[in-house]
């Protein structure tokens, strides 16, 4: 006997066989279904009282007989025949139901998860007869930039038995896949790129219903790492919902705009946990990844020295360890992308007793190196020449202040964690006396809000750069729409540091960009405006930094 899925408990022997030779149906190729087989499921639905679902692949054999409706007999992404949004799954779905509506959204939206071929839903009467069904199916994209509204299925008006046995169905399922592939085609510009929709919480009491800053921030994360920002989502709560973040509806909403978008990867902007993740794949159908993996994502594809891919490498193994079972083997062949590369060429490995053995390895090599940068670092104590490193949010200009002021050639870019591995400069500074003193500038990594702990140990060099300068410059962009929330984080982080920082000389950047900067400095008087790009304000900051290492380190020679 064959396996009857869904609600089976209580049946009666004949009633499971009834079922079972449902299995032994064969319909021919090209159509859709047969009056006779409508009317066989209709007389069991109408027996049991329930909704009956036979799946039947394109050569016409019935491969799954199931209890229940559309939505609740959906079958696992990775067991239907084919995957991606290129095609349909190869499956269709006939459904007697004594439930007289035509078929609701619950069903649709089931079809559209699966990407079934079809989805034909027989209404049966008291008499236990079905007289007519409706029709759906998918609907392409009309366009490669899809507009909000997109229909994502159509159904028929209600049609004869005979009306729908006649229905090629070949012919339509060829054209639609026609369509998909073509709007992939035309879609997927580049096949490595990942496609994302963006989802976010927002807490209840929040007033503004504008997309959160936190999801404005994923964005830039997640094109930094190179996807591609299709859509973006978010929703009003208390608390995250423990298993799916979301509630049951969004996250409905949220698999609709996904596949209907051709997305192939959800990015949330928050750590999920193990189970979360596995749940939310299987009811979405496709990669799930979180802000954490992003941010490790683009420090992969950054790490530059030898010390800064070990550390990355170890942070990512680190975070992915204890997720395994959720990700990586029950989607993992549903392709590559961001969360799934490792530091260099290499593919992040999936075994967990591989990685066990791979983490202990990297942590030796971390600490080794430590040592050796340690070892490097005193002799620069040994040398009394003062350090100054250069701190401040991701994208504040550090680097372009680090190359402006000593022709360093360090990588800058309009992009987030766009330096990984901290560089030092040796620097002259005119003092009051017009007498040239000598300072090490060190330019460090980027910081950003909620850093996730897996990857304070990936900073680690950096956080010691900075916790053994004799003095800070926070550098923040005082042209971004947040700079002030930036500027306490990264406030928050140094204050975190297990060891205290030297005083920090607060400058605000990119003054050219700002209309009206006077307002900043009236809030924080103290603080020095500059334009790294336009070299404008250096004088004044020069002087305030030797004053500065000056109190520091007691007297400058
Ligand atoms: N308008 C303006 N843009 C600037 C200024 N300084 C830097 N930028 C731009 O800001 C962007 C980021 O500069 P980076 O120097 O890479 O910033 P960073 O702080 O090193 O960033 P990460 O290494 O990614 O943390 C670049 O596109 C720079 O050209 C400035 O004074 N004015
Ligand atoms: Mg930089």
């Given at each position: 006997m064959e396996t009857i899925y869904g609600k089976t408990q209580g049946l009666k022997a004949h009633q499971l066989k009834q079922l079972d030779r449902l299995y032994r149906s064969r319909l021919p190729q090209d159509s859709l279904t047969t009056p006779e087989l409508a009317q066989r499921l209709a007389v069991v639905s109408a027996e049991l009282k329930e909704s009956i679902c036979i799946y039947i692949n394109r050569r016409g054999q019935v491969i799954r007989v199931a209890i229940g409706t559309p939505n609740q007999t959906k079958i696992p992404p990775l067991e239907l025949p084919r995957y991606g949004s290129d095609r349909l799954s190869g499956l269709r779905c006939i459904c007697a139901t004594p439930d007289t509506e035509p078929p609701n959204v619950t069903d649709l939206t089931a079809m559209l998860m699966q990407r079934l071929d079809a989805l034909v839903i027989l209404p049966v009467n008291l008499k236990g007869y079905a007289e007519r069904g409706y029709l759906a199916h998918l609907l392409p994209a009309t366009d490669t930039e899809l507009p909000e509204k997109q229909e994502a299925w159509r159904v028929s008006k209600p049609m004869t038995l005979d009306a729908l046995s006649k229905q090629d169905f070949l012919e339509l399922v060829e054209g639609l896949e026609e369509e998909f592939s073509r709007n992939f085609a035309g879609r997927a510009t580049d096949d490595n790129q990942d496609r994302v929709v963006l989802v976010g919480l927002m807490h209840q009491k929040e007033k503004s219903d504008s997309m959160p800053f936190a999801l404005i921030e994923l964005g830039h994360l997640v094109e930094s790492a190179g996807g591609k920002v299709l859509d973006a989502l978010w929703q009003k709560r208390?608390?995250?919902?423990?298993?799916?973040?979301?509630g049951e509806g969004k996250v409905l909403e949220l698999a609709i705009a996904a596949q209907t978008k051709g997305a192939n990867l959800v990015v949330f902007d928050r750590e999920l946990t193990a189970s979360q993740t596995r749940n939310l794949e299987r009811m979405i159908g496709l990669r799930v990844s979180d802000r954490t993996e992003v941010i490790l994502d683009i420090f992969a594809q950054r790490a530059q020295t030898s010390e800064g891919k070990l550390q990355v490498e170890l942070a990512q193994l680190e975070y992915r360890l204890p997720r395994l079972a959720g990700h990586g083997q029950a989607l993992s062949r549903l392709g590559g992308g961001i969360g799934t590369r490792g530091p260099g060429e290499t593919k992040l490995e999936t075994d967990r007793r591989v990685i066990q053995k791979r983490i202990t390895f990297l942590q030796q090599q971390v600490n080794r190196l430590q040592e050796q940068r340690s070892r490097i670092r005193q002799k620069r104590i040994d040398q009394e020449v003062p350090t100054v490193a250069i701190v401040g949010y991701t994208n504040a200009g550090k680097s372009t202040l680090l190359n402006a002021m000593t022709r360093a050639d360090v990588y800058a870019a309009d992009k987030l964690f766009a330096t990984l591995d901290p560089t030092t400069r040796r620097l002259s500074l005119t003092g009051e006396d017009d007498k040239i003193h000598t300072v090490l500038l060190t330019d460090t990594v980027g910081f950003i809000h909620e850093l996730p702990h897996s990857l304070v140990d990936a900073f680690r060099a950096t956080l010691e750069e900075v916790s053994e300068a004799d003095v800070l410059v926070h550098l923040v962009d005082a042209s971004h729409s947040a700079w002030e929330d930036q500027l306490k984080a990264v406030d928050k982080i140094l204050k975190d540091m297990p060891i205290a920082v030297g005083p920090t000389l607060l400058v605000f950047n990119k003054i050219d960009a700002v209309p009206e900067p006077q307002a900043i400095l009236e809030k924080y008087p103290e603080a020095i405006a500059i334009s790294a790009l336009k070299r404008q304000g250096f004088e004044q900051m020069s002087k305030s930094l030797l004053k500065l290492i000056e109190y520091a380190i007691g007297e400058l020679n």
């Amino acid at each position: 006997m064959e396996t009857i899925y869904g609600k089976t408990q209580g049946l009666k022997a004949h009633q499971l066989k009834q079922l079972d030779r449902l299995y032994r149906s064969r319909l021919p190729q090209d159509s859709l279904t047969t009056p006779e087989l409508a009317q066989r499921l209709a007389v069991v639905s109408a027996e049991l009282k329930e909704s009956i679902c036979i799946y039947i692949n394109r050569r016409g054999q019935v491969i799954r007989v199931a209890i229940g409706t559309p939505n609740q007999t959906k079958i696992p992404p990775l067991e239907l025949p084919r995957y991606g949004s290129d095609r349909l799954s190869g499956l269709r779905c006939i459904c007697a139901t004594p439930d007289t509506e035509p078929p609701n959204v619950t069903d649709l939206t089931a079809m559209l998860m699966q990407r079934l071929d079809a989805l034909v839903i027989l209404p049966v009467n008291l008499k236990g007869y079905a007289e007519r069904g409706y029709l759906a199916h998918l609907l392409p994209a009309t366009d490669t930039e899809l507009p909000e509204k997109q229909e994502a299925w159509r159904v028929s008006k209600p049609m004869t038995l005979d009306a729908l046995s006649k229905q090629d169905f070949l012919e339509l399922v060829e054209g639609l896949e026609e369509e998909f592939s073509r709007n992939f085609a035309g879609r997927a510009t580049d096949d490595n790129q990942d496609r994302v929709v963006l989802v976010g919480l927002m807490h209840q009491k929040e007033k503004s219903d504008s997309m959160p800053f936190a999801l404005i921030e994923l964005g830039h994360l997640v094109e930094s790492a190179g996807g591609k920002v299709l859509d973006a989502l978010w929703q009003k709560r208390e608390r995250p919902h423990p298993q799916t973040v979301l509630g049951e509806g969004k996250v409905l909403e949220l698999a609709i705009a996904a596949q209907t978008k051709g997305a192939n990867l959800v990015v949330f902007d928050r750590e999920l946990t193990a189970s979360q993740t596995r749940n939310l794949e299987r009811m979405i159908g496709l990669r799930v990844s979180d802000r954490t993996e992003v941010i490790l994502d683009i420090f992969a594809q950054r790490a530059q020295t030898s010390e800064g891919k070990l550390q990355v490498e170890l942070a990512q193994l680190e975070y992915r360890l204890p997720r395994l079972a959720g990700h990586g083997q029950a989607l993992s062949r549903l392709g590559g992308g961001i969360g799934t590369r490792g530091p260099g060429e290499t593919k992040l490995e999936t075994d967990r007793r591989v990685i066990q053995k791979r983490i202990t390895f990297l942590q030796q090599q971390v600490n080794r190196l430590q040592e050796q940068r340690s070892r490097i670092r005193q002799k620069r104590i040994d040398q009394e020449v003062p350090t100054v490193a250069i701190v401040g949010y991701t994208n504040a200009g550090k680097s372009t202040l680090l190359n402006a002021m000593t022709r360093a050639d360090v990588y800058a870019a309009d992009k987030l964690f766009a330096t990984l591995d901290p560089t030092t400069r040796r620097l002259s500074l005119t003092g009051e006396d017009d007498k040239i003193h000598t300072v090490l500038l060190t330019d460090t990594v980027g910081f950003i809000h909620e850093l996730p702990h897996s990857l304070v140990d990936a900073f680690r060099a950096t956080l010691e750069e900075v916790s053994e300068a004799d003095v800070l410059v926070h550098l923040v962009d005082a042209s971004h729409s947040a700079w002030e929330d930036q500027l306490k984080a990264v406030d928050k982080i140094l204050k975190d540091m297990p060891i205290a920082v030297g005083p920090t000389l607060l400058v605000f950047n990119k003054i050219d960009a700002v209309p009206e900067p006077q307002a900043i400095l009236e809030k924080y008087p103290e603080a020095i405006a500059i334009s790294a790009l336009k070299r404008q304000g250096f004088e004044q900051m020069s002087k305030s930094l030797l004053k500065l290492i000056e109190y520091a380190i007691g007297e400058l020679n």
